[in-house]
């Protein structure tokens, strides 16, 4: 049996690093140094930092002690809540990607490009500083780490933020079956999610929703609802919040995730 479950458990680790191996790729690099820190595009706001003022704004007259942003890829939202937080924690399966939130952390720059089209690049730097993020980036950490194992450490937060991630874990319900571990009693669980739902990622029967269950359409919010309920209350009505993704300077990936709030009530 335990024989079993080891075997199992490294069938899932090498799922993961399989279907996360995009995610160390040179472009997926570029497209999410971007996205976190490039300009607007096409008119739709920041999305982790949008992410973080919705939570800062939820967070009023709460205390704001520690945060846990889980999936937090090259960092904008974990920097942005280091101005509402004493103290920020990201973490993200790909090493990449936490290697150039660090690197921003510790230098305040980094460098990336980007394809313009074809073979043709260009070439970007982000300052912490023209953000307005320089002087609280010493209350942030970044860790590479995986969000279906996390250590008890990261426990004792009054929010975790986990921004598009659900859809890419092999076992949703598992995580969230467990992640009140990590939220204090009181505090917010923020989860953002495009609900986009591949058998990739997620063995089918493990989709929270977008599926039939004995026959009856359920829904990813319902099935949120259901996973959460024996620790978490939901806190006002879900929000639609836009992202992009810059593919080359012609073409956008454009999505909606839709943000919803729980407070833990036990």
Known sequence: MKSRSILQQSREEKSLVTCYSRYHSDAAVSQYCDAHYGPQRLGV??????LAQLCAVAMEGNPCRRALDLGCAVGRASFE??????????IDYSARFIELADRLRNYGTISYQLVEEGELISDHQVHL???????????VAFHQGNAMQLDE??????????????????????????????????GLLAIASPYNWLESFTPQHKWLGG????????????GLRRKLAAHFAAVGEPLEVAFVI?????????????????????
């Open 129 to 139: 500083a023209d953000l307005g993020l320089a002087g609280s980036a010493y209350r």
């Open 211 to 222: 599926r039939f269950r004995a026959g009856i359409p359920l829904s990813s919010l319902e």
């Open 45 to 50: 706001a920041n999305f982790p930092a949008r």
């Open 153 to 186: 450490q990261y426990s004792g937060n009054d929010l975790v933020l986990a921004a598009n991630l659900i859809d890419r874990l092999p076992d949703p319900g598992k995580f969230l079956a467990g992640i009140h571990r990590f939220v204090v009693p009181g």
């Open 246 to 266: 810059r593919e080359n300077a012609r073409k956008f990936q454009c999505g909606l995730s839709q943000l919803t709030l729980w407070r833990r009530i036990r």
């Open 81 to 90: 809540l280091t101005t509402h937080f004493d103290q920020v924690t990201g």
